[in-house]
């Protein structure tokens, strides 16, 4: 039940993401990881209008293929991700839920059309998966400007925060991974995925 | 105003749009909730208040537009923003000519939404903050009210109705601080020229010459520093009332010039000869004997007699001590809302203390002990020993650390004086024989003041 899942959505172009991010949210939430395939249909996210994917759908499909040993999910996709009522996002998260996706498509500098920088990319995926997790331990956005709850609409207010959680965040995600680990293996799984399931045609808090 | 301050409704029959708007907002922290429909929505106004309504344009049943109309009667400064596909721009124009304070085209640039509904709060703060500080500025700072139910003040308020319709000039006597230019105010804002400024003038406060600038104005370079041309007070009063308080301390010269003005509803600024012509209404105020001053010609009778048409007598505190718990509880609560204090009663120690003392000063000495004890004081009632008389002589002669003797050769002194040393009227007063009396002068060494 303390597992988070590291899970791929759709193909991705490279793995070099996988170890550091592992050890981010290790370093981060004191939680393990595990990196595994789901069996996630892209095309059901796909908005052929818009050209791009619904996190929603996406969302969904990850919860509820979480295995009763994690308690959270994170998605990393390559796809561009969107919300009904914007443009784009750079990920999405249930709040005091179990299911997160970060996408890499618009952290890359290539997209904004500057030469590709590895180490930045990776760097902005570390800050939008700590973001989106944080966002599952029911923590909202944070005005404090480094850190990583600040709200980012664009790339360069993610490269203006730090991977890090300011000291109230930090009190508080402590704080509800701790009582999420009393909370017991059984209980959470069926409330997390309990509630995502079930709304499923309703879409839970996207 | 923190996002948790802010409570946002989403009115939205597309549950995605809906719903990824909640979550938005949610992650933010502000308060959020949604409506499927103009009945739900409508619904959920009543139930509470809400900042900030997000409303979708095409809807099945009554439209946003519709919907708007409706939210603006319940609550006009509502903030509405309308959501919009591209096809219905114009009704979003529309909508914005309704009141609207903006409208989004789905989908819409995260950056754009933040800064949307950032500059939305801002809005809406304002109008709050306004209205609330429009209405604390009001309760603070609107003119004192006439209080009191003794048979003395509603006989002043009947003279006021009496004369206030009328346009005669008003003079208003009484102690100083028994509230004349209270009075003054009640006349003006019952007259037909309440729409009109009240324009006072202290005529005390002035040296002869700036009295003058400050009633006709001036023209450029009438006097050395006169830069620019100036309009005087009674020229700001036109169509209104002017208050000239104090209308005993005025010399001669002003006197006269006065006097033309009253009754030529004209006068020039200082330095210029353009007639001006104004129509006022004049009402004065006086604590001196203006007869007296007329005798002793200090006081112009002619204009004596233009001023004191209509005479208003104020009774002083003292006459009217049914008035003081009145006036006392109205003062407190006035200073405990100006200095955020929680005090809502006096003891009934405090309250006999209050209406037993003489108020020398009047209400403004009455305003001024209870606002030194608001300062002081510790709990939600003020106590007799919180209130402190500065002009007391009972707290000054019998409240120090003197002794029984002390106490007594002061008294004796006292009443020498007022009997001007007469022993025989002294001893009267004091209820003790001329002998005994004749010992205590000497006892006490008085023999000074017998003299």
């Known amino acids: 039940m303390d597992y988070v899942y590291i899970v791929p959505v759709g193909s991705m172009k490279g793995d070099f993401w996988i170890d550091p991010l592992a050890h981010a949210i290790m370093r981060t939430f004191g939680l393990k990881t595990r990196y595994r395939l789901f069996d996630i249909d892209l095309s059901r996210a796909y908005d052929a209008r818009r050209r791009q994917y619904d996190s929603a759908e996406i969302l969904r499909q990850l919860i509820a293929a979480l295995p009763p040993d994690g308690c959270r999910v994170l998605g990393v996709a390559e796809v561009d991700l969107f919300i009904p009522i914007l443009t784009f996002v750079f990920g999405e998260a249930q709040l005091n839920g179990a299911g997160s996706v970060a996408s890499l498509h618009r952290l890359h500098n290539e997209f904004y059309g500057l030469p590709a920088d590895k180490h930045l990319m990776l760097e902005r995926l570390l800050k939008e998966a700590v973001h989106e997790l944080g966002h599952t331990f029911g923590l909202i956005h944070c005005y404090e400007p480094r850190c990583v709850l600040k709200s980012s609409t664009y790339v360069e207010d993610i490269d203006q925060k730090s991977v890090e959680f300011c000291d109230a965040c930090m009190g508080k995600i402590r704080a509800n991974v701790a009582a999420c680990r009393r909370q017991g293996k059984a209980e959470a799984v069926k409330t997390n995925r309990g509630n995502a399931v079930k709304s499923y045609d309703v879409p839970p808090i996207v | ?451």
């Open chain 2, 1 to 451: 105003m923190k996002p948790e301050d802010t409570a946002i409704l989403i009115v939205d029959d597309e549950v995605s749009v809906r719903e990824s708007l909640r979550k938005w907002f949610q992650l933010d922290g502000y308060r959020v909730d949604t409506a499927e429909d103009a009945v739900e929505a409508l619904k959920k106004l009543q139930e509470q208040s809400w900042d900030i309504i997000f409303l979708d344009i095409k809807m099945p049943g009554m439209d946003g537009l519709e919907l708007q109309r409706r939210i603006k009667q319940i609550d006009k400064d509502v903030v509405t923003i309308m959501i919009t596909a591209f096809a219905s721009v114009d009704t979003s124009i529309q909508a914005l000519k309704e009141g609207a304070f903006d409208y989004i085209v789905k989908p819409i640039d995260p950056d754009d939404m933040s800064h949307l509904i950032r500059n939305a709060i801002d809005h809406r703060r304002l109008l709050s903050e306004n209205l609330r500080l429009r209405r604390q500025i009001e309760e603070i700072s609107s003119p004192d009210k006439i209080i009191g139910e003794s048979q003395a003040l509603k006989q002043v308020m009947q003279r006021v109705s009496a004369v206030a319709e009328t346009d005669s000039t008003v003079m208003i006597r009484g102690e100083s601080g028994t509230g004349k230019e209270l009075v003054a105010r009640a006349i003006h804002s019952s007259s037909n020229r309440r729409y009109f400024p009240i324009v006072t003038i202290n005529c005390g406060a002035y040296a002869e010459g700036l009295l003058e600038s400050e009633l006709f104005g001036h023209e450029k370079g009438a006097f050395t520093g006169a830069l620019y041309q100036r309009r005087g007070r009674l020229e700001m009063a036109d169509k209104g009332t002017v208050f000239l308080d104090e209308i005993g301390n005025i010399g001669e010269k002003m006197q006269m010039d006065l006097l033309r003005v009253i009754e030529t509803r004209q006068f020039t600024r200082l330095g210029g000869d353009k007639m001006i012509n104004v129509d006022f209404r004049i009402i004065c105020a006086t604590n001196k004997d203006l007869e007296k001053a007329v005798r002793e010609g200090s006081f112009r009778e002619d204009l004596y007699y233009r001023l004191n048409v209509f005479s208003i007598v104020l009774p002083p505190l003292r006459d009217r001590a049914s008035d003081i718990p009145l006036i006392a509880q109205h003062f407190m609560l006035k200073f405990a809302q100006s200095m955020n204090k929680n005090v809502t009663e006096f003891s009934p120690n405090a309250l006999e203390m209050l209406t037993k003392y003489e108020w020398p000063g009047n209400v403004r000495e009455l305003r001024n002990v209870v606002e030194r004890a608001m300062v002081t004081a510790k709990g939600r009632r003020i106590e007799a020993d919180e209130l402190s008389f500065p002009f007391s002589s009972s707290s000054s002669d019998f409240f120090g650390d003197d002794s029984l003797e002390d106490v007594e050769k002061k008294h004796i002194r006292n009443i020498l004086d007022r009997t001007n040393g007469n022993v025989a009227q002294a001893a009267q007063i004091l209820k003790i024989s001329r002998l005994t009396l004749y010992n205590k002068i000497e006892k006490f060494q008085l023999k000074k003041k017998e003299s």
